[in-house]
């Protein structure tokens, strides 16, 4: 690179991350639930550089560089994504693609940061404008450029009309992470409407070669992982639930090579922030270039823009890995907990909490709550979190939602002396609510039947015997807030758990003007997110849990206003295996709870030990989900046991390095974690059995991300070594001579450590 560039100090900052670093200032802070460990210090500071002669933008940070110039024809053109190059590296300047054809014109040959829909553009753009005359041609051109803060802001025009774009590009020092969002305004002098609204194009080197990778499910069965080749053509991820579901998640890992490796090899990956309909676009064109596009969805997306008036669109993050998909995780991982979630980097690790919905389902009230509770104290659960049942009529999920009033026969002296008694067995309060629904059969409904997504005339889909809020409106959005705020004002409640149980239908907002109803998509979310953030400020000792019927809202947006998600109704801990390893390739551990849950578990009717269900739902938070009152002396020790040993060990699951030594993708008979500490001080290992099969032995498993030199004492908490006579060795050892496990019979599971030396 020429020495012509000009370097700005990088930094993350966003306004919702100071809010919440304020925020983090007031932190609850539970002795026996501690911080997580601090980073190590040994980040190479993030660079910003533009070079005017060549008209080149770099940004460089962790192991990533990402380059873009502008062309002689104006536009923004990618130049490089991609491992960290060296600072004197010379990167050709941007020069528009001529095209191989009259069918392949310039314009599309070209890798473009960002286009609009018009002039020959035929791939899939990242604006399309419909203005009053009817034109709907939109050329946009480089204005000029910002770099602030860490953040590079670009800005583009439209050819002729004062359509302007504001690009924003700010990358994370520590892993490379990009966040890439757009900005529309309207400086016409009439109103526009807005067909379609993308955060970004990400370019992929060329190859011919790539295999990409997403994530798929539904109800009780999510986080699958599907893998597959691209081809020319189109893959398109969607959500056209107005919320992001769980039929596909807004992630994606594109690998090179046509057999990845778990930790070697280079993969990109992108994940929106946008917890309403979504979509990301794969291209390939017939020269194999690969352009990866994402934000809200086209789909029945309209969105009026007044003079003066501006759209925003979510935040599309992308990242690159030289360390396989698992390096891939791992960055995605940091980023989460040390820039994403609230209260980062400094955010408490999960506590061990207790859920009564397994237990007692609807049937909630004083007495076996407070049985429940002093049961879970025992065992040395930190957090009571009351589910379903405890407000309006709700006797099942037919009446209820909608109306946030404490039930009088299940509680007859209100939440305190439930939350009393909480307290004074050691442990913090949490309540489940679902903010966004309303059953028709309920008080609130009776009142205000115009508060729901309707269109006039139409039937209104019921979905779980409920209706959705159109959260869109002020009014709802006032009611919805104002029960919760009152909740947490007249209540000492620590967590809440904020469900939302169906998809939406009939999407109509008959109140709104005409040409504004459709933006319902938009301002229902924003609505959402405001709440969130409204309710932290105010109250900013109280956790979050985003839950949708399990994971159907789980994304980088809403976990900018969430402390953890519920990944999946499925407690079966075999089951979960699976499902938390789908999770893991897009989101934290540490943002994942998993609960031990009773057997045989009413998922597939499958019994497995206690230990087992611990050592599975110890991957994640832990929680407990069991009916206590089932349990015999033995299961509670056995609880107890597990609990403190898990108490001990869960920063490092929670924060540390995973490592999939064996994964469980493929009905595999096995599934083998090992997690390592920030700090390098131990590694944690799950291993997992189905069923022996013909006598074979448990696979020899070689440990990953030690300290080659350093020495390390392995102990085993749950299960047998083949061979125990060693117990001390180089992280070399334990690396390439391997661990050699017993394991035998169905559903086993064993769990060990290995502690460095000299770090205690
Ligand atoms: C959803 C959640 C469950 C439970 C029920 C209560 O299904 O995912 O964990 O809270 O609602 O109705």
Redesign the pocket.
């Known amino acids: 690179m020429p020495d012509l560039f000009r370097r700005a100090p990088a930094h993350t900052s966003t306004p919702w991350r100071s809010l919440l670093s304020v925020i983090a200032c007031c932190a609850f802070v539970f002795a026996s639930a501690p911080p997580m460990p601090a980073q190590p210090n040994n980040i190479v500071p993030a660079q910003i550089r533009y070079d005017e002669a060549g008209r080149t933008f770099r940004m460089d940070a962790a192991d990533v560089s990402y380059i873009f110039g502008v062309n002689q024809s104006g536009e923004l053109q990618t130049l490089y994504w991609g491992k960290r190059l060296r600072p004197a590296d010379s990167i050709p300047e941007a020069r528009a693609e001529p095209g191989s054809s009259a069918f392949d014109l310039p314009v599309n040959a070209t890798p473009q940061e960002f286009t609009g829909w018009g002039g020959g553009l035929v791939v899939v753009p990242d604006l399309k404008i419909t203005f009053p005359d009817g034109n709907r041609d939109l050329v946009l051109h480089y204005v000029s450029h910002a770099i602030r803060n860490n953040a590079l802001t670009i800005v583009l025009k439209d050819i002729s009309r004062g359509v302007f774009v504001e690009l924003e590009y700010v990358i994370d020092p520590e892993t490379g992470v990009l966040a890439r969002s757009a900005c529309v305004e309207n400086r016409t002098h009439e109103p526009f409407t807005i067909e379609q609204a993308f955060a970004a194009t990400w370019n992929l080197p060329g190859s011919a070669d790539y295999q990409l990778r997403y994530l798929t499910g539904r109800w009780a069965g999510e986080w699958n992982l599907q893998q597959s080749a691209l081809h020319p053509g189109k893959v398109v991820l969607e959500s056209r639930r107005g919320s992001t579901g769980d039929e596909v998640n807004p992630w994606f890992a594109i690998e090179r090579g046509s057999q990845p490796d778990q930790d070697v090899g280079d993969v990109w990956f992108g994940a929106l922030g946008w917890s309403g309909s979504w979509q990301i676009n794969i291209e390939e064109d017939w020269a194999r270039r690969v352009r990866v596009t994402g934000g809200y969805t086209p789909f029945d997306f309209a969105y009026v823009l007044a003079p003066g008036q501006s759209l925003e669109t979510p935040k599309f993050y992308g990242g690159y890995s030289s360390a396989g998909i698992g390096g891939a995780s791992r960055l995605l991982h940091r980023f989460e907990l040390d820039s994403i979630v609230p209260k980062a980097p400094h955010r408490r690790v999960r506590p061990v909490l207790y ?1 009564s ?1 397994e237990a007692t389902g ?1 049937d909630v009230n004083e007495a076996n709550q407070e049985a429940l509770a002093e049961k879970a104290a025992s065992i040395g659960v930190e957090r009571f979190v009351m ?2 049942g405890w407000f309006g009529e709700r006797k099942d ?1 037919h009446a209820g939602l909608g109306d946030w009033y404490v039930n009088p026969q299940k509680f007859p002296h209100g939440l305190r002396p439930l939350i009393d008694k909480v307290h004074s067995l050691g442990m913090d309060f949490g309540l ?1 609510v ?1 903010p966004e629904m309303v059953n028709p059969d309920g008080a609130l409904y009776r009142k205000h039947p115009d508060w729901v997504l309707n269109f006039p005339g139409r039937p209104r889909t019921e979905g779980r015997h409920q209706l959705v809020l159109n959260l869109a409106r002020d009014d709802v959005r006032a009611y919805i807030y104002g029960f919760l705020d009152k909740l947490l004002t007249e209540n000492d409640i620590a967590f809440l ?1 904020w ?1 939302y ?1 169906r998809n939406w239908s009939e999407p109509g907002w008959p109140a709104a003007p005409l040409d504004e109803q459709k933006e319902v998509y938009v301002k229902y979310v924003q609505n959402l997110y405001s709440i969130l953030a409204e309710l932290r400020e105010k109250h900013p000792h109280v956790e979050i849990e985003s ?4 994971g159907a809202r789980v994304d980088l947006g809403i976990l900018r206003l969430t402390d953890e998600v ?1 990944p999946s ?1 499925n407690t079966d801990p075999f089951d979960r295996l699976s499902i938390q390893d789908g999770f893991t390739y897009a989101y934290s551990p540490g943002l994942m709870m998993a609960w031990v849950t009773d057997s045989p578990n009413w998922m597939n009717d499958r019994s497995t030990s206690l230990e087992y269900r611990f050592l599975s739902s110890m991957q994640g938070g832990l929680g407990i989900g069991a009916n206590l009152n089932k349990w015999t002396p033995d299961d509670f020790a056995t609880a107890k046991k597990l609990v403190a040993e898990y108490k001990a060990i869960r920063a490092t699951v929670q924060a540390g390095a995973l490592y999939r030594l064996i994964s469980p993708q493929g009905d595999s008979e096995y599934s083998v974690t090992e997690s390592v500490a920030r700090d390098g001080h131990e590694a944690v290992v799950f291993a997992f059995l189905h069923s022996s099969q013909q006598g074979r032995p448990y696979p020899r498993l070689y440990m990953r991300g030690l300290d080659p030199d350093a020495v390390y004492t392995i102990q085993v908490q749950v299960g047998k070594l083949a061979d125990s006579s060693v117990q001390r060795a180089s992280g070399d050892y334990w690396m390439h001579h391997g661990v050699g496990v017993s394991l035998r019979g169905d559903f086993q599971a064993a769990f060990f450590t290995l502690e460095r030396e000299g770090t205690q």
């Open positions: 859920n919905w609807f589910d379903d999920d489940w679902e758990k469900d149980n839950c949708s019927g399990g519920w109704d």
